[in-house]
């Protein structure tokens, strides 16, 4: 899991704003995945790409969004949309497509100012 | 699609004592099953995994029982030390196009 970083490690949102969250992975995996975590709480699905310019909606899609330009890079836009956005937020990555074990980033922690 | 739950969702113990964290899943497909152990603010760390094919396995004081008849999996740590504080999270898939799925996790303390 040392080769997945996550930036930054702490990010402030202003009302209305869209902030994108940054992830990047030198393990040549297939798949990657963006997971939300509020105190207490388990790890919720928010996207997920299987392969390069392909994404699919997880769990909790509504008010974010996501590219996936190159197979190492899956950023996450976290829009306007998102009324509640402060959490803690984690960057995954698999081999392959799935059912494989993944491996997590450091997480970004956003807070909304 | 899956489901996961996880029981208990606090559980503390005296160092030294054993500790069992059990999961379910829904999916009779689902044939991988992680767990992971997450501190506070750091990132989720795999600690130990099975297959289907498997019934039990090892590694030092952890270990993972599976059930497939019931759907059911376990996570067993002996000689619980401090240092095992942290929060415990199962999850299930099947080979696929499938992520996986979590369960909402287990904080372990352990006491001194």
């Known amino acids: 899991d040392g080769g997945i970083t996550q930036s930054p490690k702490y990010l402030f949102r202003k009302e209305g704003q869209n902030v994108t969250l940054s992830c990047e992975q030198n393990?040549?995996?297939?798949?990657m995945y963006w997971y939300r975590q509020d105190p207490g709480q388990g790890l919720r699905l928010i996207y997920y790409s299987q392969i390069v310019n392909d994404f699919q909606k997880g769990d909790i899609a509504e008010g974010y969004s996501v590219s996936r330009e190159k197979k190492e890079s899956f950023p996450l836009t976290v829009t306007s949309a998102q009324k509640n956005p402060t959490a803690f937020y984690l960057c995954?990555?698999?081999?392959?497509?799935?059912?494989?074990?993944?491996?997590f980033g450091p997480g970004t922690r956003l807070l909304v100012l | 699609g899956e489901n996961v739950e996880q029981h208990p969702s606090t559980l503390s113990v005296q160092e030294g004592d054993s500790a069992v964290i059990k999961c379910t899943y829904s999916d009779s497909a689902s044939n991988y099953f992680p767990w992971y152990k997450q501190e506070l603010g750091k990132r989720p760390q795999l600690i130990i995994d099975i297959r289907s094919n498997v019934g039990e396995k090892k590694d030092q004081r952890i270990a993972v029982t599976l059930n497939k008849t019931a759907k059911h999996f376990s996570l067993h740590i002996t000689e619980t030390q401090p240092e095992d504080s942290a929060v415990y999270f199962c999850?299930?898939?099947?080979?696929?196009?499938?992520?996986?799925?979590f369960g909402k996790g287990t904080r372990l303390s352990v006491i001194a």
């Open positions: 393990l040549n995996h297939d798949a």
């Open positions: 995954a990555s698999s081999i392959g497509r799935g059912g494989e074990t993944q491996y």
């Open positions: 999850a299930a898939t099947h080979s696929g196009n499938t992520p996986l799925v």
